[in-house]
Structure formats: structure tokens, C-alpha cells
């Protein structure tokens, strides 16, 4: 509706300097015409006059046509300086001049042209940047994959190149570096397989199989599952779970390894013995989950850049800090839900909360 309105609103000035043009050389051809008559009258043209007869018509048609284009060309000037203006502005930003905006003038289908531009070319911008982020990040992906797997991949050469020689002093030294290799291997796989996890959920195609679930009925059962791993880690649970139908829609298999890993987290990290706080309400459209874990102090002065890829705490990819993927995936699949994850410190504890919207069908 707005798009015909100012369609019709650019039809109408047009039409009329049209018409404004045509009344001025209407006006001029008619005094052209009074001033031949009054010529002729006069008998300013005779049988020998036919150069001045014709060279009159002449000036009488010539004067029409720029009574008409003159006032015409008047009107319509500064449509014509604002259309050179955005081709200007469009040469600019072809030529790379990305987020350039042109300045808005009046409310006519040239104004929504321009409107229509900048916001082009500020998407272009936004896009490039984009692009431009997601380079740097895969050069810094790159740069810690090549340490991470060199790590345990050199290790793992070295002993068998040990073994290859036979530089080892009986049995048990055998078994002790079989035993090393046997758990560098397992260690690059573990970093392999959440590296292409990673990658996989950073593709921006990627499709979650999402169904209703309980989300207090799913999360007891998690909970359940990790009892008897939290108190061989000396870990006393104290559990605060909603006992309503909390209705999220999720991806099963993925959210379960969000819980899993905040879990794994807690036990790494925990003071032992000491208490672990899991609970899970709803305020408003959100369902809030928490796992909170008493800590000596804090990996980081900002907590949240455990987030970050390749994130491991103080000893960074030490041999037992994990392989500094799981948060970040676990953050990726939350925000693949529509969710936020953020994590907080207070007076010793270290407290994750994940929010799902309720009944987000539109995910």
C-alpha cells in the first residue's frame, strides 16, 4: 500500500510538470501565432517574403518546444541531482564503499530507492564483516588445532619410536609406555571427535531434530544418571527441580550433552568434598536451568571466556583439562535453540544457567 501511494505521489509531480510545460508552450505558441497574424495583417509577408514566412514558423516551433523542456527541465531538477546522486552513491559502493548511505530527501519512489540502497549496502557491510570474522576465527581454529594435536601426536611418536627400538628395560616399562600411547591416542581422538562436533554445529544449515519434551522429567532423569558419579567424587547433590510439565522444545541427543558437559565440568572443578546445587524453574516464557559448584577461585577474571574455544583454565591444554571444546559446544547448542547459557562467580561458587524458551515453536 505505501509503495503505490508513493508510486502515485512520483506519477503526479511528473505529470504535472507535464502539464504545467504544456500550459507554458501553449501560452507561447499562442502569442507567436497573434504576433504572425498581426505580422501578416501588417503585410509584412508578400509572394517575395517566403525565406521570412518559413524562418517564422521556425522560431514559432522552436520557441514551443523550449516553452516547453524549459519549465519542465525547472520542475523536475531536483529529482534529476537526487537520481545522479544515488547512481553516484551506487558506482561508490560497487566500488567497494560498503555501509555507504544515501541521504534521504522527500517521500517518493526515488526516496524509497535510496531507502532500499542503504539498507543494502549496510547489509553488504554487515555480511563482509561477517565473512571477515569468520576467517579470523578459522586462522585462530587452525592455529590451536595444529598445538592441540601436535601435542599428543608427538608424544604418542615418541613411544612407539621407543618401542620400534626397543629402548625400554622390561616388562613393566613396556607396559607403561603402551599404556601412555594407549591413552595419548585416546586423548587426540576425544580432541578429533569434538573438533568436528564443533565444526559440524557452526554450520549455518544445520537442522535439529526437535521434539516436546519434559524438560523437569528429562532433567531427573540426567540428574539420576549422575548421582552415584558425584558421590564417588565426594559431591553431596541438593536438588531443587520444578515438579510441573515444563513443555521445551528441544533436540534431545544435543541438550542432554549441554547438561552433561556442565556436569563433567562441576566434577573437575569442584572443591571435594563439597555440595553441587542443580535446580530448574520457570520465570515467565523461560525455563531457567542452574548448576552451581564451590570453587578455590576462579579459572578466569571473566568467567564467561570459558566459553571460548580452547578455553582449559590456568594450565591451558594440559594433559588433564579436557580438550577446551565442550563449553564451546555446549554454548553453540544452546544458542541453536534459541537459548542463552551464561555462567557467574559469587563468593566461591560457580554457577552455569541455561534458559529455554517454553513452547518456542518457531525455532
Keep these: 500500500m505505501r509503495m503505490n501511494r508513493l508510486r502515485n505521489k512520483l506519477i503526479l509531480k511528473l505529470l504535472g510538470a507535464i502539464a504545467v510545460s504544456f500550459f507554458v508552450s501553449y501560452i507561447v505558441l499562442v502569442l507567436n501565432a497573434l504576433l504572425f497574424r498581426h505580422l501578416y495583417n501588417i503585410g509584412y509577408f508578400n509572394e517575395q517574403s517566403v525565406l521570412h514566412f518559413n524562418l517564422m514558423n521556425l522560431i514559432i516551433f522552436t520557441t514551443g518546444i523550449l516553452a516547453f523542456i524549459a519549465p519542465f527541465l525547472l520542475m523536475v531538477r531536483k529529482k534529476i541531482a537526487y537520481l545522479k546522486l544515488i547512481t553516484e552513491s551506487v ?46 576465527a578459522k586462522n585462530e581454529l587452525i592455529t590451536n588445532v595444529s598445538h592441540d594435536l601436535r601435542t599428543p601426536l608427538t608424544s604418542i611418536i615418541g613411544y612407539l619410536d621407543l618401542l620400534k627400538k626397543g629402548q625400554y628395560e622390561g616388562r613393566k616399562q613396556l607396559d607403561e609406555y603402551v599404556e601412555t600411547t594407549h591413552a595419548k591416542s585416546l586423548r587426540l581422538k576425544l580432541l578429533i571427535d569434538e573438533l568436528f562436533e564443533y565444526t559440524r554445529l557452526s554450520d549455518p544449515d544445520l537442522k535439529l531434530n526437535l521434539v516436546e519434551v519434559d524438560l523437569a522429567a528429562l532433567l531427573e532423569q540426567i540428574v539420576g544418571e549422575y548421582i552415584p558419579i558425584f558421590e ?115 563468593e566461591g561458587w560457580m554457577t552455569f544457567t541455561v534458559k529455554h524458551p517454553i513452547r518456542c515453536n518457531g525455532l
Design 232 to 346: 564417588r567424587e565426594q559431591l553431596s547433590v541438593k536438588k531443587n527441580i520444578s515438579e510441573e510439565y515444563i513443555p521445551v522444545f528441544l533436540d534431545v541427543e544435543k541438550i542432554v550433552r549441554v547438561y552433561e558437559n556442565l556436569f563433567m565440568n562441576a566434577i573437575k572443578y569442584s572443591l571435594k568434598p563439597s555440595d553441587i546445587i542443580i535446580s530448574l524453574e520457570t520465570k515467565e516464557s523461560q525455563a531457567v536451568f542452574k548448576v552451581s559448584n564451590r570453587v578455590e577461585k576462579p579459572p578466569v577474571e571473566d568467567v564467561n571466556k570459558l566459553f571460548g574455544r580452547f578455553f582449559t583454565g590456568d594450565k591451558a591444554r594440559s594433559e588433564n583439562r579436557g580438550t577446551g571444546l565442550g563449553l564451546a559446544i555446549s554454548k553453540r547448542i544452546v544458542e541453536l535453540h534459541k537459548g542463552v547459557v551464561y555462567v557467574e562467580y559469587k
Design 91 to 136: 558506482n561508490h559502493i560497487a566500488n567497494g564503499r560498503l555501509g555507504l548511505t544515501i541521504k534521504l530527501e522527500g517521500k517518493d519512489e526515488l526516496t524509497q530507492l535510496a531507502e532500499n540502497i542503504n539498507y543494502m549496502s549496510k547489509e553488504l557491510e554487515n555480511k563482509f564483516e561477517h565473512e571477515r570474522r569468520l576467517e579470523a
